[in-house]
């Protein structure tokens, strides 16, 4: 497997260049892109609708990892990717052209293509509760009607009301709860979605929603896993929790769960009763200023994470704000665990 | 006085610590439930049932074989069972075009008057696993996708005591009879009635129990935290047990002289014991009669009804111990124990089911000492409930 460096022409400008993408379940999908075409919009026009989100650059959510085969982004716009990430193979399909065949690693199964094909549904709110002086959690009723279905760990966007904005919230619920949907939402001083549902928002309300998104998934076949989230980052491992339960056997589950301060603090209970139903289950709780909660220790996720918590199979999921998962990233790595078997979910924080 | 924060109670943080339970409405997918009794399915009959939403025909080959497949005909949706019709062997034609299904693989094999479609073989229904055990059928109800079902033999009770010969499903000589309803209220109801030992007050009149001058406790109280006993069979069934026939774990309740009521009965009977197993059966060995076991199956058909098993089990070898059997079940089991005793329990899900339907009782309890080994049944299942089945319907929000 080599990467071509530069830009050196085996193929006439002109002719169509294939394209093979590879994916975590070992299957391989085929297609031909023309030149000027990126590759995400030569995948769809051949039948494949792959992972993305902005379709501009930005997101990072269509990544790719070149294997072999020469590709390139635009210069000069900006990207998700860092320059280390750029010449370690990684690229954003929807940006990428391809200089002759090429062929890409993605970092999720060819079934997540077929399982849940995003739709546009509308939703009404069923409950709105405070469970944190910054955390609301929003449950949604889907009408039956709506062929909605996902794989724990993916998200929605939601329009915010009377606007044209729409924010993005991974799902909290259990993949068999389809019709009734929770979301973890950080409400912040100001923002478009924080005003509606602090000061808009009513039961009974109908939002409109599309979904579900995302390639941040868990792998098919049991492994010892490790989930750790950073405040509402806790959402998707929630929803995977509830899949993974019922995985048999279950395999060993720790969870490192950390927030900023005790009124930021939220679902203890709900975490402990988790503890209670799931034998294999071991969560570790964590606040970086813990004032008033000295029984819990003071620092990060990954403060409490200690080296013989990773074992050889571990696969890790992680979910919060990009420091975190930087941080997480390279600690994962110098305990031994491969890229690929540390999955991550940023926060993509709004402009407003 | 203390007062909940409602009238009928608040249990919401209660409830939290078995939330896969109390998801559960629609009862647990991945797991085997009786679809119906053995004698019920002729060679190349056709009997309808559902489980957990689940529409599914039980058919029978030419050879025994006993096959199940979805009982709705792709064409126009109708049941396969509303008018069952087997043409050939190992097939299952919809009575209203002819789609003729494969009882093995659901393949579309012909259409009775279109033998040349083109829709033919391109096309299949879904199948379900299906053993026969004891003089029951059993179909593996759950997910597409989800594998290899494990064995029958996880979701069955097993004998978990040695100190009597109570009949159990594996035995060589066991012999069955029973009769099967579709009932009113929610499996979850159907199945803690039967575990919990309070509820006994519900048949202090019962024929059975004035016929045979039974002393028939008004309750059972436990002696110790850990009365009810997990039950946790490695790569077997699971579920928790009551055993009333162990003094240090439970006293029977005979009177309570504060609202002046005695239990009736001389009789002392040998005690009998009661388990509640995934995916929801009960097994009461040495009930109606020592040396007799009855089970109970409570299976999900949607969030709001379930069908009822009731199921007489005894040891017998030759025809005359069989013939006995069946001689007792008509005029002793079935009318005094199936029927009169057990239709105050019917009575009691039936009246129970309005207010966790319509007033969210599994949050809006007010639980008591006593419920304990219910509490205990309800964290078990929630520990070892493999999935979860959910409305089909398009037409219900």
Aim: with cysteine; hydrophobic share 40%; aromatic share 10%.
């Amino acid at each position: 497997m080599t990467i071509v460096e530069g830009t050196e022409m085996t193929v006439p400008p002109t002719e169509p260049r294939h394209i093979a993408l590879r994916f975590t379940d070992g299957q391989v999908r085929e297609f031909d892109a023309d030149p000027e075409e990126a590759i995400l919009t030569a995948a769809k026009r051949a039948g494949h609708t792959l992972v993305s989100q902005c379709t501009v650059g930005t997101c990072g959510t269509c990544v790719g990892t070149l294997i072999d085969g020469a590709a390139e982004m635009p210069a000069g716009q900006l990207s998700a990717l860092s320059k280390d990430e750029v010449s370690a193979g990684q690229r954003l399909l929807c940006q990428t052209r391809a200089l002759r065949d090429s062929s890409f690693d993605l970092e999720y199964p060819s079934t997540l293509l077929e399982a849940h094909p995003p739709v546009a549904f509308r939703a009404k709110i069923s409950r709105l509760s405070w469970v944190a002086d910054t955390v609301v959690e929003l449950e949604l009723k889907v009408p039956k009607t709506i062929k909605f279905g996902f794989a724990a760990g993916q998200y929605c966007r939601i329009q915010v009301p009377g606007t044209e904005e729409w924010r993005s919230y991974s799902i909290a619920s259990g993949e068999h709860e389809r019709f009734r949907l929770t979301f973890l939402i950080r409400i912040l001083p100001s923002g478009v979605m924080s005003d509606f549902l602090r000061d808009g928002a009513r039961t009974g309300q109908v939002l409109d929603l599309e979904g579900p998104l995302g390639g941040f998934v868990l792998e098919p076949a049991p492994r010892p896993t490790i989930l750790m989230a950073g405040g509402t980052g806790l959402a998707p491992m929630l929803s995977m929790l509830d899949r993974l339960r019922t995985v048999q056997p279950t395999p060993p589950i720790l969870l490192l769960f950390g927030c900023n301060r005790p009124a930021e603090l939220f679902h203890e209970d709900e975490l402990a009763a988790r503890v209670s139903f799931i034998p294999t289950l071991e969560v570790r709780t964590v606040l970086m200023d813990n004032e008033g909660r000295d029984d819990l220790p003071a620092g990060t996720p990954l403060s409490v994470l200690h080296p013989g918590d990773v074992l050889p199979d571990t696969v890790a999921y992680l979910c919060g704000p990009p420091p975190m998962i930087r941080a997480a990233e390279e600690r994962f790595g110098e305990l031994g665990l491969p890229a690929h078997d540390i999955r991550a979910e940023q926060f993509v924080p709004s402009e407003n | 006085m203390a007062l909940t924060e409602s009238a009928i109670g608040n249990s919401g943080k209660v409830a939290r610590q078995y939330a896969p339970y109390v998801q559960a409405d629609w009862g647990f997918a991945n797991h085997w439930y009786p679809a119906c009794f053995s004698d019920e399915v002729a060679v190349r009959g056709v009997v309808g049932v559902t489980i957990g939403g689940h529409d599914i025909a039980i058919t029978r080959e030419d050879d025994g074989t006993v096959r199940a497949i979805s009982d709705r005909c792709l064409h126009r949706g109708v049941k396969l069972s509303a008018k069952p019709m087997c043409f050939a062997n190992k097939t299952v034609t919809c009575w209203y075009h002819g789609y003729t299904y494969n009882a093995e693989s659901g393949n579309l094999d012909t259409i009775v008057g279109s033998p040349d479609d083109k829709l033919i073989n391109t096309v299949s229904v879904r199948t379900y696993p299906a053993e026969e055990v004891a003089g029951l059928i059993f179909v593996f109800v759950g997910d597409d996708d989800y594998g290899t079902p494990p064995p029958l033999d996880t979701d069955l009770p097993v004998k978990v005591t040695d100190n009597d010969d109570t009949p159990h499903f594996r035995d060589a000589k066991i012999v069955t009879r029973g009769l099967r309803r579709k009932l009113y209220g929610n499996w979850r109801l159907a199945a803690e009635n039967g575990l919990d030992p309070s509820h006994l007050l519900v048949h202090w009149d019962n024929q059975i129990v004035v016929a045979l001058d039974r002393a028939m406790p008004l309750g059972m109280k436990a002696m110790k935290d850990d009365a009810t006993e997990l039950l946790d069979v490695e790569n077997g069934p699971k579920g928790v047990m009551n055993r009333y026939d162990l003094p240090e774990n439970y006293q029977p309740v005979f009177e309570n002289p504060i609202v002046d009521i005695k239990a009736r009965g001389t009789t002392m009977f040998k005690p009998f014991r009661v388990s509640l197993w995934l995916p929801g059966i009960l097994m009461v060995e040495d009930w109606p009669i020592p040396g007799v076991t009855q089970y109970e199956f409570y299976v999900p058909i949607d969030d709001h009804h379930h069908m009822y098993f009731e199921v007489i089990a005894d040891h017998a070898s030759t025809e005359d111990e069989k013939k006995e059997f069946e001689f007792k079940y008509k005029n002793f089991y079935e009318p005094l124990g199936l029927l009169n005793f057990n239709n105050n329990d019917v009575f009691a899900r039936e009246a129970t089911e309005e207010h966790y339907e319509r007033f969210d009782g599994w949050n809006n309890e007010v639980l008591a000492d006593a419920d304990f080994s219910v509490v205990a049944w309800r964290k078990q299942a929630a520990k070892h409930g493999r999935g979860f089945f959910q409305s089909p319907y398009f037409d219900e929000d």
